[in-house]
């Protein structure tokens, strides 16, 4: 499989660390609000790649975060902490927020049928752990306390913009433009591991004992410290939205890497922004987002959602608008339809079916090209329908433990798919009539069977009917 990895900068091969495992560790929530459509479309990318690469017949390990605590306003140490921002919005406990939200994002995934993870991870379960490697990275002179915090010290680590691949002054721009909150810090892009329970966060209201203090883990810490717990020092691949290579996943690399000397994820894949027409990007702290129920409020199936974003490759920006999700909509219809006709009409599979199943293989083995496999399936449709030969069900189950669109459920279920005694007897009736090339009498069935809703075609292989209503 060819993965585009944001650390080299080119597609390349992926070789698991052991042989037919993958581990897998992706940035989850931050459980404060809904998720919006765009987060969704970054886990949809999650669950494509585990299933691709279960289709591929690795036994994956798929580990996510749930982040309860310590992600700040700013992905920069900046402002207040997201949960406590939640809480107050809402008037609830900075918990009941938390399991709140948590539970709305699996419901979320449920319905756009993502995978659940091997292991989902909350942060304020593992507060411990992220000490420990706090400890680590003092130890060995990675880190260094000031009044108010437990800083990384970037200047310590030569590599620490190597995924970025931009020169440090850039990357600290953000850093610089807004208020330097701590004087003693030594430059400004390092970090917190750990805020004290002092200054502005004196009241924060989720705090742990610490070697320093009362305090609370910063947001990076925890995906190092949860990622090394569950998958080891080095491990597979990291993925997350674009959004996280300069600074989440550039600290997180840093971190993990300082404690241990080692490479930690070895492929780190990003998918691209989805924007809301216009160009804006899509905000949650911006207030105003569209959320998964904004669209089934509309009238939408969820997976009309998935189908849509499985439309556009996940290294580029998706533009949601209204039509594009309409045409989206037919088009999952299109397939329903289309697979519920095909198991109505039996046939089994031949040989010209497998040059598509080589194909959309082919497809997803080159860095997960969705749109490429998708434009596959059809073509084997369109040629199914062309020939007449309609034993495909099995290619595009298949397909779909990729696509996650639950097609066997467009199925017609057997209970549908029998036929009432009186028409099979008709149809038999027909086909006799035909046989003897009595054309007044079949004609004359086949109009009684469409006025009770059954249509028929001739096929080489004999009749099928379907339903029209
Ligand atoms: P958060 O809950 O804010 O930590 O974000 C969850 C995930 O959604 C992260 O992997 C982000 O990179 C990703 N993300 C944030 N905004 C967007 C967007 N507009 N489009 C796609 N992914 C996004
Ligand atoms: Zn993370």
Redesign the pocket.
């Known amino acids: 499989m060819q993965l585009y990895n944001s650390l080299t900068r080119k597609k390349e091969e992926l070789v698991a660390l052991e042989p037919d495992k993958v581990k897998i560790y992706t ?4 459980v404060y609000n809904y ?2 459509i ?2 969704l ?3 949809i990318f999650a669950d494509v790649l585990k299933r691709s690469l279960e289709f591929e017949g690795y036994d994956v390990t798929q580990v996510m975060n749930v ?1 309860d605590v310590g ?1 700040l306003t700013s992905d920069d140490d900046l402002g207040e902490d997201k949960m406590e921002a939640g809480a107050r919005r809402e008037g609830k406990s900075i918990w009941d927020i938390a399991r709140f939200y948590e539970e709305a994002f699996f419901n979320d995934a449920e319905a756009l049928n993502i995978l659940r993870p091997s292991i989902v991870a909350r942060a304020t379960e593992h507060v411990p752990t992220m000490i420990e490697l706090v400890l680590r990275l003092q130890e060995r002179d990675y880190a260094y306390e000031t009044d108010q915090a437990v800083y990384f010290d970037v200047s310590k680590f030569p590599d620490y913009t190597k995924l970025a691949g931009q020169a440090l002054e850039e990357q600290i721009i953000g850093a610089r433009a807004e208020v330097q909150v701590d004087q003693e810090k030594k430059n400004p892009a390092d970090f917190a591991l750990w805020f004290k329970a002092v200054g502005r966060f004196a009241n924060h209201l989720m705090q742990w004992d610490s070697p320093w203090g009362k305090g609370f883990p910063g947001w990076h810490i925890e995906c190092s410290a949860m990622s090394m717990r569950y998958l080891g020092e080095t491990f597979d691949i990291h993925t ?5 290579i300069p600074v989440h996943h550039t600290n997180e690399i840093a971190q993990s890497e300082a404690a241990t000397g080692k490479q930690f994820a070895r492929y780190w894949l990003h ?5 809301v027409g216009g160009g804006e ?4 702290s911006a207030g105003e987002f569209l959320r998964l129920q904004s669209i089934t409020d509309r009238g939408y199936d969820p997976l009309d959602y998935r189908f849509l974003c499985l439309q556009v490759h996940y290294r580029s920006k998706l533009t949601f608008t209204w039509e594009a999700l309409d045409g989206a909509k037919a088009g999952y219809r299109r397939l329903k339809s289309f697979i519920d006709q095909a198991s109505r009409a039996g046939g089994t599979e031949q040989p010209w079916m497998q040059e598509y199943r080589e194909r959309f293989r082919e497809e997803v083995l080159d860095d997960l090209n969705m749109p490429r496999a998708m434009a596959v399936m059809w073509e084997m449709i369109r040629e199914a329908n062309t020939r007449r030969e309609l034993g495909v069900l099995n290619l595009l189950y298949d397909f779909d433990q990729v696509l996650g669109l639950k097609l066997s459920e467009a199925a017609a279920s057997a209970e549908e798919r029998e036929l009432e005694p009186e028409y099979a007897a008709l149809i038999v009736e027909r086909e006799k009539a035909r046989a003897q090339k009595d054309w007044t009498r079949a004609d004359e069935i086949r109009r009684e069977l469409a006025t009770v809703g059954i249509a028929i075609e001739d096929r080489p292989e004999g009749t099928v009917w379907r339903r029209t209503d």
Not at 27 to 30: D, I, R
Not at 240 to 244: A, I, L, N, R, Y
Not at 271 to 275: D, N, P, V
């Open positions: 940035c989850g929530p931050t998720a919006h765009g987060n479309r970054t886990y982040t992600h997350g939205g674009v959004d996280h998918a691209e922004f989805l924007i990007k899509m905000a949650k």
